[in-house]
């Protein structure tokens, strides 16, 4: 029993870090979707605008990201 108090302390402490760190690596991923986004319309686009780019990719990024 005493080998199975620290295991399951170790347990339960990594699932409460995963939970509240989970928010971080989420708007991570955003962010790099959205400069990902940002370039393939730089490469693509013949008049590109940074802002304009930027606004759209946000927009659909986060629309993508509700839907899922």
Do not use: G
Not at 12 to 31: H, M, R
Not at 55 to 67: G, I, L, M, T
């Amino acid at each position: 029993m005493k080998k199975i108090i620290p295991k399951l302390i170790f347990i339960l402490i990594t699932i409460a870090l995963i939970y509240f760190l989970k928010t971080n690596f989420a708007e991570y991923n955003i962010s790099k979707s959205i400069s990902a986004c940002i370039a393939a319309q730089k490469k693509t686009s013949k008049s590109f605008n940074l802002e304009e780019s930027k606004k759209y990719c946000e927009k659909e990024v986060r629309k993508q990201k509700e839907n899922n």
